[in-house]
């Protein structure tokens, strides 16, 4: 935990405020983007305008989430507002909408990650929390604004995301208590899990089969690497966003502790690392300017593929190495 | 909810009784094993002498739970006890057992199949339980026994299965508030999710990508059917068990309502079939002597493959047909 103001004191400022935006980070999730938009319902409910800032947008795979306050309208953002990041704490983060952010009179920071840059006047983080939107279940009580079905989903949809399904470690009782109030809301759960859970298509499907192909073991089987190349890509006609799922496919191998799934973009080669029971990738993404969890990081490299690829498979053996 | 006898009757029953043993049923899942250990662990609590019997060995998969009063030895059922059948009521589910059980001074059963067969002096069915280990947790609960980590953990194993980690939809508020109890319990969750879903060998992940090439999708890609030939059990050196998974693949396809999964064993071909949002793979099992629930069934057919495959894509597509 690491916060210079209270729940309490953000849900004042929130009430104070007639306009609210609402910066989730680029390249959103499941977290950041049901976390904005149950705090955007709720501020709505509450009186106020709210808008959930974009620079993109919505993944295909969220596609199914109510974004009723999406914008990539940066005028939005005008007059007097507060400004409110969820799920992040940087402003690389947001980068076209940063300015943005900071023109809030009060500029206020929710997040979960234990690598999280803490910006905005008032910031509230906390990384035993399994998911920022545990943070926002937490606020709304706060500010005694019932939760109903439309901010009940959406919370779902970010603590589903952010824990697999209450599979990792985050899970806590507390999660639990929280899953069944929301439940007690009449979440339709059964239609939020086929379109997180149920929903891969066929072409995705055939990928995996050709990212299996790249798949390499080592450190003893304690480390697994595979990637995505452009040939790949083209022969199925597929987008690099397709590879989505492969580093947990390759981190559920039997004795693996530490994955890692390399893609082309065109900024660089971009490697996502998830590890088993341990941790340790966030320390392996922050030496390459990346960031994230212990157990869910990520990074770009500026290299060729193969380059990346030793370069990773070097890190992690050191990092297995060590932690023997 | 079809009973003639409530929980504390049962649990009545059970008080009275020194000696207990506990069926679950043949080829073994996490929920038959879950409720069973628990049904276990806390009958020795209460001062009984109390056996899981079994007729084959835990499932590798499952090796990891504790087992401790798991026997294959008939002579276990000895003298005067109490046999309880647990998730599940037909005696061809334990069939070498099946005269074991009968030899109780009561027999008791404890299920949540739809298509129990209730057998047992006193049996209590719910099928609006998601798991047989909700039931079990309420008998404990009625009979004033109170949880340890050790029942706890063979718990949460048993919803987990059976909820596919709280993503099905028979899972609710009560699964979510059992679930937290059971955290509370301080059990290792953690060690339990790596061992159900982060333990893939590299020989089923490989195995995917064969089954993945049989893989054909019909009724405008609302069904979906795969099989697992000798051939490449044999080129992988893999077990027909090694195809485990294979069928929740399949109906996680995006627009498939209906999948199925056929593999060669010695008793024929066996059928795995898994339904995505509305049900009905219950119905076409039971045509063929099988069961299960609406959205996850199985029976064997006595046929070559490529009849039953094509048996079984009939069935499905005159099911969809209806259905639309």
Redesign the interface.
């Known amino acids: 935990m690491d916060s210079n103001a209270s729940l309490k004191e953000i849900g004042r400022t929130l009430e104070k405020a007639s306009r609210i935006i609402i910066f989730p980070h680029v390249n959103p999730d499941g977290d950041a983007l049901g976390s904005a938009a149950a705090l955007c319902f709720a501020m709505r409910k509450a009186g106020k305008e709210a808008w959930v800032l974009m620079e993109e947008p919505v993944p295909e795979y969220l596609s199914f989430m109510d974004t009723e306050y999406f914008t990539e309208d940066l005028s939005r953002a005008r007059g007097r507002y507060v400004s409110v990041c969820v799920d992040c704490g940087e402003e690389k983060r947001f980068p076209k909408r940063a300015e943005s952010f900071r023109r809030g009179e009060t500029t206020i920071c929710i997040d979960h990650h234990s690598t999280s840059g803490k910006c905005g006047d008032l910031y509230y983080i906390d990384e035993d929390e399994a998911a920022t939107a545990q943070i926002i279940y937490e606020l709304l009580k706060e500010m005694g604004i019932p939760l109903d079905r439309r901010e009940a989903e959406a919370l779902y949809v970010g603590i589903c995301t952010d824990t ?6 985050n ?4 999660t ?2 929280i ?3 929301l ?2 809301r009449n979440i339709d ?2 239609s939020i ?2 379109a997180l ?6 072409k995705r ?2 990928l ?2 050709r990212i ?1 192909e790249t ?1 390499e ?1 080592f450190s003893e089987g304690r480390g697994a690497v595979a990637c995505l190349t452009d040939e790949a890509l083209k022969e199925l006609s597929a987008s690099p966003d397709d590879g989505e799922g492969a580093v947990e ?1 390759l ?4 004795g693996v502790e530490l994955a890692a799934f390399l893609k082309e973009k065109e900024e660089g080669v971009r490697v996502s690392m998830r590890a ?2 341990r941790g340790g990738v966030s320390e392996i993404a922050s030496k390459f300017g990346g960031g994230g969890h212990a157990k869910a990081a990520g990074c770009t490299l500026q290299m060729h593929m193969e380059e990346a690829r030793a370069v990773i498979i070097k890190e992690m053996e050191d990092y297995l190495e060590k932690s023997r």
């Open positions: 697999g399904s209450f599979k990792y470690s899970t806590t009782a507390r639990h208590r899953a069944a109030e439940f007690e759960h059964n899990s086929v859970y149920q929903s891969v298509d066929e499907l055939r995996r089969g299996l798949m073991l496919m981190r559920d191998i039997k088993k029971s």
